[in-house]
Structure formats: C-alpha cells, structure tokens
C-alpha cells in the first residue's frame, strides 16, 4: 500500500515558538558613538566591528550631503578628499551650443594638414564616401568627430561608424554615403570599393579611385575658403612651435611649470580651428534666411520638401558664379535637406540654430580683423577650487589607526543620529554684472520664425 505523507493527528505539535524579547533580561543601555571607540555587536551589512564600520559610514555620507557644493560659475570646481588616498574632482558642466563630442581639431590638423582637411570638408559637404584609416585608434575616432563636427551647423544624416570592427567591413559596399574608420590592417584583407575616398591618417594621404572633378577645392566660395585656408596655416605653424620641445626639456621643472601653459594653450588652438570651419560656414551661407519660403500651406509631403521649403535659384544669383556648382551639389543633399527643415519648423536645435544666426551676422570675409565667434569658457579654467577636507575618521576599538580598506557586504542601515551637522562654506563672490542667482544673457540676437 502507498505511504501515508499525511501529518499524523496522534502526535502532538511543538508549542510555537515565542519570539517577544523576555522582560527579565535588562536592555544594555545605548552606546555613545560619538564619545567614544563603539564596542556594540557587529553590523548586519558589515563585516568586523559593525559599528564602527557603520559610524565611518554615516560620517562620509553626511560629509558628503550637507559639505558638498554644487559648482556653480563663482566656484567652478569642488575637490572632495574621500580619505587620505582617494580624491575627487566636481566641475560645473560645460553649456555649449555646439554638439559635445571627443573631437579633436588639433589631431585633424596635425594628421591632414590645411589642404587635405579643406578638401574632406568639401567631401562630406557633397556627401562622398569617406574611408579613414590609421594604426592610432585613439587618432582616428577623434579625427571622425572632428570631421562630423566642422560641417555645423549641418548634421550629417548618412552611416557613419567612427572605429569600425573588420568583420562588419562590407558595410564600405553601401550605395550610400558614410564617415567610416577602420584599423589600417584591413587592407591586408579586403580591396577598397572603387567610389570611396580613402583617407590615411598615418601617413597624411588621400587617394580617389573614381574622377576627381567631381570634388574640386576651386568649386568653394573663393573668399571664404581663402580665408579658412590662410587661417589652418596660421594655426598649424603655432601647432609645430607648441609641439616642438626637445626631450630633455621634459624635466620634472617642466611638468610642475609649463605643462599647464601648453595645455591650455593646446585648448585655445582646438577652439580657434573650430571656429575656423564655423567661419567659412556662416559666410559660405550668408543670408540664406531671406530665401527661405514662407509657409502658406497644411504640412504635407510636398510642401515640407525643401524645394518648396527654399528659394534654391533666387540664392544662387546671390553667390559667385564660380561656386554655383558647389551649391548646386550642396542642395541635392540629405544635409542641405535636413538644415533647411530644422530652420522652417519648430526642433530641439533651437538654441545652435540661434548661435549660428548670430555667427552669420558677425561674418564678414572682407575685414581682416575678425570678429571672435566664439570663445573659451574661462570657468573651467579658473584657479578658483573649493577643497572639501574629509571627515576626520574615528579609532578603532582597539585604539589603533582607522584601516586602509573597508569591506562592505551591503549597504549599511543609517542612523541620522550619527550625522555630523553641515559646515558653513566659504562665501563667495559674484561676478561683475551679475547678480546672485542670474544666468548670463546669450549673446546670439533671437532667430525669426517662419510665419504660416
């Protein structure tokens, strides 16, 4: 016969078990951690003597809380001192209305040289396959985004893969244009597509496998693109002077005084070649808001069409017959597409729209002292830190030295009674012409809307 698993009813249960803390047994009375070494039981999410562990805890997370300021423009950076071996660095957060991204123009300038980076700035304007390639991985995605970032206020729409893996190399057989970089053992492998431009950073070369009449530096608006060629060679001699310091210069004297003055001025020469490229944009599109089409009808397919969106022939008579080409190429492009809608209805890059309206205002390719377009942000330079000082940390139960390491296997319970109270800052001054709490004005004069 099958076993009866059934509890039998004959044997009695096991009284429940009472689990209420007895009244004979008098509390200890509580520890005053603060006073002196804890000495009560260990901490459920420790490991050691939980209660002091805990009490360490407690202390660098109210030091933290009530010590710890925001940056703000008067105080841009915040050191915090963990402990006697580990640091942190708060700064306030970069406001740009340019895209943020790892580029680097000082790298694009050193690998390519003015001519070469002129001419992958009309590539990617005509929207050409491009093909990077270098055994620097650290140089060639920087110089991607430095190429991406120099046609603004465009916004390139097609793929573009900054380090791409071999095996997805066929991506380079698209019938579309794209920004791709690669490790240059991929020509070890695989033969490059006939209509790509190939591009080594490595050794400064750019080779075409198709016609290159299709791409012509002469075709760009001759002033603006004289002037933008005259300024990367200005900039590229004061590269070769920042950069050429013999070894024996880089002494420990060196670091401690002038590796700071490089580095800011290596920050100064990123912003000016930036604002190159900026500069021939805003003149090579000069008024392009007065050919912009007044919005009469419903949106719809046809009238969101850039052609209906924009006075493609009327802008061409306002240009140099000479680059009536280029802006021919230009037009027929996603980019042009794109930049042309972004102007015409309401989108999230109001604001670098705006900054680059204002660009176009202050342009002007006639004057040789030229007007800053932008400028570096002096907070993130400033001298100016806040050094928050840790807590000072207890001793051990033993009275020896509080440990290097401590070994959480949780994060503790809290108890607010072992908070310190909040230390008062140091007051700070604001600048001149603002006032405490008030955000500097922008300097870009407001866009005009598109009347419907």
Not at 11 to 33: F, G, N, Q, V, Y
Not at 59 to 73: A, E, K, Q
Not at 283 to 303: D, K, N, V
Not at 404 to 414: A, I, T
């Amino acid at each position: 016969p099958p076993h009866d698993l059934r509890p039998s009813t004959s044997a009695p249960r096991p009284p429940p078990l009472d689990l209420r803390p007895t009244t004979s047994a008098p509390r200890p009375p509580p520890h005053d951690l603060r006073s002196s070494p804890p000495l009560c039981p260990p901490h459920p999410g420790c490991r050691g003597d939980g209660a002091y562990r805990l009490y360490s805890c407690c202390r660098h997370v109210s030091n933290f809380l009530h010590n710890v300021p925001f940056p703000s423009p008067q105080r841009p950076r915040i050191l915090v001192q963990l402990s006697p071996y580990d640091n942190l660095l708060i700064c306030q957060p970069i406001t740009s209305p340019l895209h943020l991204s790892g580029a680097s123009y000082v790298s694009l300038l050193q690998s390519l040289g003015p001519d070469h980076a002129v001419c992958l700035l009309l590539a990617l304007l005509t929207e050409h396959k491009l093909l990077l390639h270098s055994l620097r991985p650290a140089v060639l995605t920087s110089v991607c985004e430095a190429l991406v970032n120099m046609i603004f206020p465009f916004h390139w729409q097609c793929p573009y893969i900054p380090l791409c893996p071999l095996a997805m190399a066929d991506v380079l057989s698209a019938p579309v244009p794209f920004i791709v970089g690669v490790h240059s053992s991929y020509f070890e492998l695989y033969e490059l597509p006939h209509d790509v431009i190939c591009v080594d950073l490595d050794t400064n070369t750019i080779s075409h496998s198709e016609d290159r009449r299709s791409v012509s530096v002469k075709s760009l608006p001759r002033k603006a693109s004289r002037l933008l060629l005259t300024t990367l060679q200005r900039l590229q001699q004061q590269l070769d002077q920042l950069f050429e310091c013999p070894v024996e210069e880089a002494t420990l004297d060196y670091l401690l005084t002038d590796y700071e003055l490089v580095q800011g001025r290596r920050q100064q020469l990123e912003l000016e070649i930036q604002e190159a490229f900026v500069r021939f944009m805003a003149a090579a599109l000069r008024g392009y808001r007065g050919f912009l089409t007044p919005i009469t009808q419903a949106p719809s397919e046809t009238t969101t069409d850039s052609s209906s969106l924009f006075n493609l022939q009327g802008f061409l008579k306002s240009r140099e017959r000479g680059s009536h080409k280029f802006y021919s190429q230009l037009a027929k492009t996603q980019l042009f597409s794109q930049f042309v809608e972004e102007c015409s209805f309401v989108n999230d890059r109001h604001s670098s729209l705006e900054f680059f309206d204002g660009c176009v205002q202050k342009v002007d390719v006639d004057k040789t002292d030229a007007v800053r377009l932008m400028e570096l942000d002096e907070s993130q330079r400033s001298e100016h830190t806040i050094f928050i000082t840790p807590p000072e940390a207890p001793l051990s139960p033993d009275g020896q030295d509080p440990p290097q390491l401590y070994s959480y296997e949780g994060f503790p319970s809290l108890r607010a009674e072992l908070f310190e109270d909040p230390r008062e800052l140091p007051k700070t001054q604001a600048g001149p012409g603002q006032t405490r709490g008030s955000a500097p004005s922008s300097p870009a004069p407001r866009r005009t809307k598109q009347v419907m």
